[in-house]
Each structure stands twice: as C-alpha cells, then as structure tokens.
C-alpha cells in the first residue's frame, strides 16, 4: 500500500485572499506540483492540471461557491474533493489536505497521487439488479452517453445500466476527428471496457434501435431484439445531411464526417501523397477544421459556402472575416456566396467525383468532397412513438432533460431541445445546441434526476474550435444577437467578441484571451456578467468577482 506522508511546498507562507491561487512545486518529489488556493477562508491544494487535456488551472476561474473552472474547455472541479462537476473532463482532480506548521505550508498524500494529480471516480459497481424498474437503458454511445453513464455510478445508482450504441467502438473523443482525422479508436477513446466492466455497464455495440413503445417501457432493435427498461435515456446525437443535387448520393469520393468509419475512408481517399484537390462543402466548425487539418498535410483545399463570410450565421460577419482569414493564411481557397449545382463524375473513373459544379458554370476540382452542411436530429426510431417531434426533428425535454408526454424517458445531446435560462432568455425559452460538453452535461444532469431527484443545476454552453488560434466560446444565442462587440488586436487573433442582444452580453468568443471566456460563463451563470454599456466602456471581466449564488 503506499505510504501517505507529508509533503512541503516551495512556497511563501504569504497571505492568499479567497479566491486567489498559486503554483507550488512539492518538495522531495522531482517536478511535481498542486494548485494551492483560498476558498472560504481555507487553503485547498489540487492537481495543478485539467484532468480533460491538460490545461494550467493555475489559469482558470475559481468562484466563491469553491468550484474551479478550466481556462480552455470549460471543465468544472469542486475544490474541497476534486471532483468533476462539468465537462468534458471525466476524471477527477486529486486533492490533498493542507496544514501549516513553524510558517510553512504542508500537504498530506500519496507521491503516486502527487505525481499524477488526478484520480478515477470510484464508480464500481455490481448492480442489485440488472432489468425492471430500477434499470437504465441509454441508446447512444458518445458524449451524453457517457455523460450519464459516470453521473449516474457517481451519485450512486446501484441499477443495470445497459447501453445500445450504433457505433461498434466505446466512447470517443469525437471533437478531435475533425480536428485531426485520426481513426483509431484506442487513440481517442474515453474509457476501455475493463472501466465499464467494473462499473457493472453492459455494452452492445453496432446495435440500432428501430421503434420504441413507451407504455409498454420496450424497445425494438433492427436486428429483432427487444429490450426492456425501467428508464431509457436517448443519446442519439446527429445524422449528417446530404445535398439533394445530382451526383451527391451516386458517386464515390463524396463524404460525410461523424465517426472513426468516415475519417478512415477520407483517410484512405486522400492517400500519403500530398497535393490532392479536396473540396469542402460548407462553412461550419466541422467544415472549417477538416479544411484546416488537411490543409496542414498538404492537399489543395477549396471550401465552398453559402454565406458571405465562414461562420456569419453563428458568429457574424466580423469574425467571419478573421476565420477566413486564418485558414487562407494556412492555405485554404474559399468560395463564398455561392451555391452548389451538382457534382460531376471524374473523367479518369465516372464512379468517383472529378468536379463540383458551382451555379453560374464554374467548375472546381476535386479529388475527393467532404460535406459538412450539419447534421439532423437522430430520431427515426421516434416518429411513430407518440412522441411529438419538433418541426427540426428534436425532442422537447424539461429541465431535467426528461422527454415531455411520456414517462420515465429523458434525451440528452444534440437530438433535445431544452429549457434555456441564460441571459438573453425569457421563461419560454427553448435551445438545441450541437456541442459536445452540452450533451455530456445533459448526460450528467439526467443521471442526477435518476439517481437523486435532486433539482437541475443549468449550465451555460460552452464549444470550442481549431481554427489556427484556438477558439472558446460561451453561451447560447436563441433569441439572436443583434450586435458584436470586439476588444483586442484583431489581427494578431487575440481578442474577445460580446455578443450582445439589447443591453445583454448573451455569449462570447475569445481567441488568446484565456480565461475570458470561461470567466464570463461564469458570471453569466452567477448573474453577474457585466452589460454592452459596460464591455464598451472598458469593463474587464477579468476584474469581476466570481461570487458564490447561482443566478439561473
């Protein structure tokens, strides 16, 4: 067993004021380090890093209530125990008890657990019971999935938990497939069986659901299965759309972008050579980033969009401008306002695309086509249920993410549309947001319902985006935004933008200003988050106290 001992800092016993932290590095144990930091008059020591990729919390947010934000993705720790209360960090933060004697500041632990600075949840477990009604089954297998599967061992739920993903691998990482176009599933998944194992999680993979009879509390697979359940929970995510013009459906080289299957035949279409005409079709993040990746290996990127600018529906012209810029200065070609005609069979092989077609006759080149012109709700297996869908496909849910009109089901991930409470919002608010943190927190947020009942605790959207400098982003924009407010140096990327609709600051996108972003998601949820009068008279958001009550 290993020894737990005390450790001292490297560190001035100087006086820390709540909220304030440092980085001190733990004499005796070669380049180990902890955050040491002052919450409610008490000194607490962590893992000086995110458990998510990495990122310095010496860097990150700490409001009053003792919850630590990470400056890069938004990932949310309890500093008194280090546990993981947002994504998409899964893992904890080890956290040691800090004492102070003869004027120097001591902590007690493990020297494995100093030198790894974070621990797994303790989510072992071996069901009382595997089916009926105290059982949970998740169809779906990505974020909100494994959102709600740790949620729910974490808080103590002894039920079967059965999960029926369509996808033949675990869990992944699915933000780094764009940004990076890797296909192996062992590099970007989550947690291994042997973790779900212990969890007492029954996997079945490549497993799709065809109907759903809620009275009875039964799905039906398209393999002829049936299973029952005491709650289900959706966790479908999103089908990439397709363009309804010739060529689309019927010719090869012409891809989507959603799972390992499709980078690997992207992968395998663009080959080790360097130089091959790539045409990207649509402007959003996936669009942009896939272009960025493979612009980054060498290959002749051409993107083609609807808008004026990439991103303007999202983000607006202003900054439509600045990411345009960055991937032409990484190489890529855009075509902007212009709409696609067909796509036209290579000359070389009538099977495979030569040709996009563009209205008004021209012509562009392509190798090889990757759509991302967004995805649709994946609820099929929905439409003859009983449930209502909405008119873009998605499920109503309530604060709890449980689906409105029947009993005992929840949806989680970019297949909901939920309750939406920060600024800009009014009570009848609703929001379907595509990002990956929002579905592992609806994830976590369902589990807590299931386990607890306890009341919803609301989160405020956070995405972020390879783009050259990276890109944060907080907040939701479903009432619109009616103007934008840009602080820093545009062109070197370093700026925040305020997205403002009437007086209220509703999101905000940073490039090199880190934690601005993950700042204002806080203040946004503290109700605190200064005004458009405010940003423009030079408010820092930096300087604004992160204060204990939850506003939403």
């Given at each position: 067993?290993?020894?737990?001992?005390?450790?001292?800092?490297?560190?001035d016993?100087?006086?820390?004021k709540?909220?304030?932290?440092?980085?001190?590095?733990v004499?005796?144990?070669e380049?180990?380090?902890?955050?040491?930091?002052k919450?409610?008059d008490?000194?607490r020591?962590?893992?000086p890093?995110?458990?998510?990729y990495?990122?310095?919390?010496i860097?990150?947010?700490?409001?009053?209530?003792?919850?630590?934000?990470?400056?890069?993705?938004?990932?949310?720790f309890?500093?008194?125990?280090g546990?993981?209360?947002?994504?998409?960090?899964?893992?904890?933060?080890?956290?040691?008890p800090?004492?102070?004697?003869?004027?120097?500041?001591?902590?007690?632990?493990?020297?494995?657990?100093?030198?790894a600075?974070?621990?797994?949840?303790?989510?072992a477990?071996?069901p009382?019971?595997?089916a009926?009604?105290?059982?949970?089954?998740?169809?779906?297998?990505g974020s909100?999935?494994?959102?709600a599967?740790?949620?729910?061992?974490?808080k103590?739920?002894?039920?079967?938990i059965?999960?029926?993903?369509?996808?033949?691998y675990?869990?992944?990482d699915?933000?780094?497939?764009?940004k990076?176009?890797?296909?192996d599933?062992?590099?970007?998944?989550?947690?291994?069986?042997?973790?779900f194992?212990k969890?007492?999680?029954?996997?079945h993979?490549?497993?799709?659901?065809?109907?759903?009879?809620?009275?009875a509390?039964?799905?039906?697979?398209?393999?002829?299965?049936?299973?029952?359940?005491g709650k289900?929970?959706?966790a479908?995510?999103?089908t990439?759309k397709?363009?309804?013009m010739?060529?689309?459906?019927?010719l090869?080289?012409?891809f989507?972008?959603r799972?390992l299957?499709?980078?690997?035949?992207?992968?395998?279409?663009?080959?080790e050579n360097?130089?091959?005409?790539?045409?990207?079709?649509?402007?959003?993040?996936?669009?942009?980033e896939?272009?960025?990746c493979l612009?980054?290996?060498?290959h002749?990127?051409t993107?083609?969009g609807?808008?004026?600018?990439p991103l303007?529906?999202?983000m607006g012209?202003?900054?439509?401008?600045i990411?345009?810029?960055?991937?032409e200065?990484?190489?890529?070609?855009?075509?902007?306002?212009?709409?696609?005609?067909?796509?036209v069979?290579?000359?070389?092989?009538s099977s495979?695309?030569?040709?996009?077609?563009?209205?008004?006759?021209?012509?562009?080149?392509?190798?090889?086509v990757?759509?991302g012109?967004g995805?649709a709700?994946?609820?099929?297996y929905?439409?003859?249920?009983?449930?209502?869908l909405?008119?873009?496909?998605?499920?109503?849910?309530?604060?709890?993410?449980?689906?409105?009109g029947?009993?005992?089901?929840?949806?989680?991930?970019?297949?909901a549309?939920?309750?939406?409470?920060?600024?800009?919002?009014?009570?009848s608010?609703?929001v379907?947001?595509?990002?990956w943190?929002?579905?592992?927190?609806?994830?976590?947020?369902?589990?807590?319902?299931i386990?607890?009942?306890?009341k919803?605790?609301?989160?405020?959207?956070?995405?972020?985006?390879?783009?050259?400098?990276?890109?944060?982003?907080?907040?939701?924009?479903?009432?619109g935004?009616?103007?934008?407010?840009v602080?820093g140096n545009?062109?070197?990327?370093?700026?925040?933008?305020?997205?403002?609709?009437?007086?209220a600051?509703v999101?905000?996108?940073?490039?090199?200003?880190?934690?601005?972003?993950?700042?204002?998601?806080e203040l946004?949820?503290?109700g605190?988050?200064?005004?458009?009068k405010?940003?423009?008279?030079?408010?820092?958001v930096?300087q604004v106290?992160?204060?204990?009550?939850?506003?939403?």
């Amino acid at each position: 067993m290993a020894t737990v001992q005390e450790y001292r800092l490297k560190v001035d016993n100087e006086e820390l004021k709540n909220g304030q932290k440092k980085e001190a590095e733990v004499e005796g144990i070669e380049g180990a380090k902890v955050v040491l930091l002052k919450v409610n008059d008490q000194l607490r020591a962590l893992g000086p890093k995110c458990t998510h990729y990495g990122a310095p919390l010496i860097k990150g947010v700490v409001a009053g209530d003792g919850r630590i934000t990470c400056p890069w993705h938004g990932a949310c720790f309890n500093t008194s125990t280090g546990d993981i209360e947002n994504a998409p960090a899964l893992d904890h933060l080890a956290s040691f008890p800090v004492s102070i004697k003869n004027g120097s500041v001591y902590i007690t632990g493990t020297e494995a657990l100093i030198k790894a600075g974070r621990r797994k949840p303790d989510i072992a477990c071996k069901p009382v019971t595997t089916a009926g009604s105290e059982s949970v089954l998740i169809v779906g297998g990505g974020s909100g999935a494994i959102g709600a599967i740790e949620g729910l061992r974490e808080k103590g739920f002894k039920g079967g938990i059965t999960v029926l993903s369509k996808e033949t691998y675990l869990p992944i990482d699915r933000t780094k497939l764009s940004k990076a176009l890797i296909s192996d599933a062992k590099k970007v998944e989550w947690r291994d069986q042997a973790h779900f194992s212990k969890a007492g999680v029954d996997f079945h993979l490549g497993v799709e659901v065809a109907s759903v009879d809620f009275k009875a509390h039964k799905i039906h697979t398209k393999d002829g299965g049936e299973w029952s359940y005491g709650k289900v929970l959706f966790a479908t995510g999103g089908t990439p759309k397709n363009l309804p013009m010739d060529g689309f459906k019927e010719l090869g080289n012409i891809f989507s972008l959603r799972g390992l299957s499709d980078v690997e035949a992207i992968n395998k279409a663009v080959g080790e050579n360097k130089g091959r005409k790539v045409v990207v079709v649509g402007t959003g993040f996936i669009g942009m980033e896939v272009s960025k990746c493979l612009a980054g290996k060498g290959h002749d990127l051409t993107v083609i969009g609807m808008e004026e600018y990439p991103l303007e529906r999202v983000m607006g012209a202003q900054l439509g401008k600045i990411f345009q810029r960055q991937l032409e200065e990484a190489g890529v070609k855009f075509k902007m306002s212009a709409s696609v005609e067909s796509a036209v069979p290579s000359s070389l092989d009538s099977s495979k695309v030569g040709y996009i077609a563009l209205k008004g006759g021209e012509k562009i080149e392509a190798d090889l086509v990757i759509l991302g012109i967004g995805v649709a709700p994946a609820t099929e297996y929905l439409k003859n249920s009983g449930v209502k869908l909405e008119e873009d496909g998605s499920v109503l849910v309530d604060e709890y993410f449980k689906v409105k009109g029947v009993e005992d089901a929840y949806a989680v991930g970019d297949i909901a549309t939920y309750p939406y409470h920060g600024p800009g919002s009014d009570s009848s608010t609703t929001v379907r947001v595509e990002h990956w943190n929002v579905a592992q927190n609806a994830g976590r947020q369902a589990a807590l319902h299931i386990a607890t009942s306890e009341k919803p605790v609301h989160f405020i959207p956070i995405f972020w985006s390879a783009l050259g400098a990276q890109l944060r982003y907080c907040g939701a924009t479903p009432n619109g935004f009616d103007d934008v407010v840009v602080k820093g140096n545009q062109d070197k990327y370093s700026f925040a933008a305020y997205f403002t609709l009437g007086e209220a600051v509703v999101a905000v996108a940073t490039m090199q200003m880190d934690p601005v972003a993950m700042q204002c998601a806080e203040l946004m949820r503290r109700g605190m988050m200064p005004g458009k009068k405010d940003i423009i008279g030079g408010a820092d958001v930096l300087q604004v106290e992160v204060p204990s009550g939850v506003a939403i």
